[in-house]
């Protein structure tokens, strides 16, 4: 079950990766804020979340939907800041790489 789990977590990794901020952004922001007028869904479902209004199965999916674009914004971020801190902690040590190496041979 770990197999899957690790290649679904890959697959999705890199798809994350290929996506560009300048596409999601703008869509998320879209999304989020559709409709304009009288006031955008993802606000009006905030509120009926808060208040505990949010019951009826339309507009939990409405909620969902217009958070989804900066959920994978959200995603996005997370899985560059947590690449760039693995990169940050991996150190380049030739040494230990040939002791590897040797190992393997073995």
Do not use: C
Not at 5 to 17: K, M, V
Not at 30 to 47: G, K, N
Not at 58 to 70: E, K, P, Q, V
């Amino acid at each position: 079950m770990t197999a899957a789990f690790r290649w679904i977590g890959d697959h999705l990794g890199a798809w994350l990766d290929r996506l560009s901020y300048w596409i999601i952004g703008p869509l998320a922001l879209l999304l989020a804020l559709a409709p304009f007028y009288p006031e955008p869904h993802l606000w009006e479902t905030s509120r009926m979340l808060v208040r505990g209004e949010l019951t009826e199965p339309i507009y939990i999916f409405d909620f969902f939907m217009h958070s989804s674009g900066l959920v994978l914004v959200g995603a996005k971020i997370g899985r560059d800041l947590l690449r760039d801190k693995t990169d940050e902690n991996e150190t380049h040590d030739p040494q230990t790489e040939e002791i590897q190496r040797e190992a393997g041979d073995r």
